[in-house]
């Protein structure tokens, strides 16, 4: 080995960290500067169409400086680094706190961590109605709260809440999902129960069904209520993550037992006020709305003309029942483009003129489908 030439390397990062420090309290004394007018014009701190085009420009330099320098750092790797500066500086502006389905180490506080970064107060709640409460009521600034799976389909309980909420959404965050089936026990033949979120029991179905054929299935509130009750159960296992392992102490007997490899949750943050569309791409923005219509035939069909009408995209649209009044529906929908878009108003004003009920849940900036893999 030589010596000589690995002290001359470390010398150099030695200088490189020293001149990353400096540029970081610059960063962050121009962060302060910003919360300061953010402040006085009486706009939030957090705005999630800004953060994504810091990191549109980061990856942008990236590729500029390609061209002189060797591209050694991975994207995902530059925007985990970035988006913990974000979260840092973001801190410095106005504290963050962030509700979310519990207790510590559930998917939804890793959504939260992968979404806000680690700077940030989070909020465990015992269900997901309890998120939206406690924004509701200014108990948290943010709340994150799952909406649907790539193989499970809808959540109910979020559903639900969007239709009577006042709260608005503020952006979307896509988790891939790696269950894991954690325990103390010592080998798969002494597990006796098995207890996770129904999402996750569902999603692990096949695997559970092949493995453990006489292991009881245990619906719990959470992933890492999961882990909770596994850690008190001398034949217990749960469906969780290996976050949860770490956190509650338990042994991953078997990784990647979702049936589908794709196994993707999709997750909405929601807040207080509408998003802003300053800053925003709006090629890069989608719009979730909920409408209803008359019980009558082509109904649904006479209502979504004016999308069309509007070269305008739908990317979901889904029934839900109206609980007040039998066999008739609600419909959720999700479409490209703003709010504040000139023809995405238009659609909305025309779409409000054929439908019995209309109610803007928020627009928000597109989320990257690999936000990160757990």
Not at 64 to 81: F, G, Q, W, Y
Not at 269 to 289: C, D, F, H, L, Y
Request: hydrophobic content about 40%.
């Amino acid at each position: 080995m030589n010596e000589n030439a690995l002290q001359g390397l470390r010398e150099k990062i030695t200088g490189v960290d020293r001149e990353i420090i400096r540029l970081l309290n610059e960063r962050a004394s121009l962060s302060l500067q910003i919360g300061s007018i953010k402040k006085a014009a009486g706009r939030e701190i957090y705005d999630p169409s800004q953060e994504e085009n810091i990191y549109r420009n980061i990856m942008n330099v990236k590729l500029r400086l390609v061209e002189d320098t060797a591209d050694v750092l991975p994207d995902e790797s530059l925007k985990n680094i970035f988006r913990e500066i974000i979260s840092a500086s973001r801190a410095l502006q106005a504290p963050v706190s962030v509700a979310y389905l519990g207790p510590e180490a559930s998917f939804s506080h890793q959504a939260a961590l992968a979404h806000f970064g680690k700077s940030i107060t989070a909020a465990p709640k015992a269900a997901i109605a309890d998120v939206f409460s406690s924004v509701e009521k200014g108990g948290n600034n943010w709340g994150i709260v799952p909406i649907e799976n790539s193989t499970e389909g809808s959540v109910k309980a979020t559903l639900d809440r969007l239709i009577v909420t006042p709260l608005v959404i503020r952006a979307e965050v896509f988790l891939r999902i790696r269950l894991c089936l954690l325990s103390n026990c010592k080998d798969m033949g002494d597990i006796q129960k098995v207890y996770s979120h129904p999402q996750a029991l569902a999603q692990s179905r096949q695997w559970l069904r092949r493995y453990l054929p006489s292991a009881s299935p245990m619906e719990v509130e959470s992933t890492a209520g999961a882990a909770r009750r596994a850690l008190a159960d001398p034949a217990g296992a749960a469906v969780g993550s290996s976050l949860a392992a770490d956190f509650y102490n338990l042994k991953i007997m078997a990784e990647g037992i979702e049936d589908s490899p794709l196994n993707t949750t999709r997750f909405f943050v929601i807040g207080q006020k509408p998003a802003r569309q300053e800053g925003a791409n709006t090629e890069k923005s989608k719009t979730s709305i909920l409408f209803g219509t008359v019980h009558a035939a082509g109904a649904l069909q006479h209502a979504l003309a004016p999308f069309a009408g509007a070269g305008i995209s739908l990317t979901r649209i889904e029934s839900w029942p109206m609980k007040e009044r039998l066999w008739e529906y609600l419909f959720f929908a999700d479409f490209t483009g703003h709010v504040e878009e000139e023809k995405t108003r238009r659609c909305l004003q025309e779409l409000k003129g054929r439908t019995a009920f209309l109610k803007l849940l928020g627009s928000y900036p597109w989320g990257a489908e690999e936000e990160r893999t757990q």
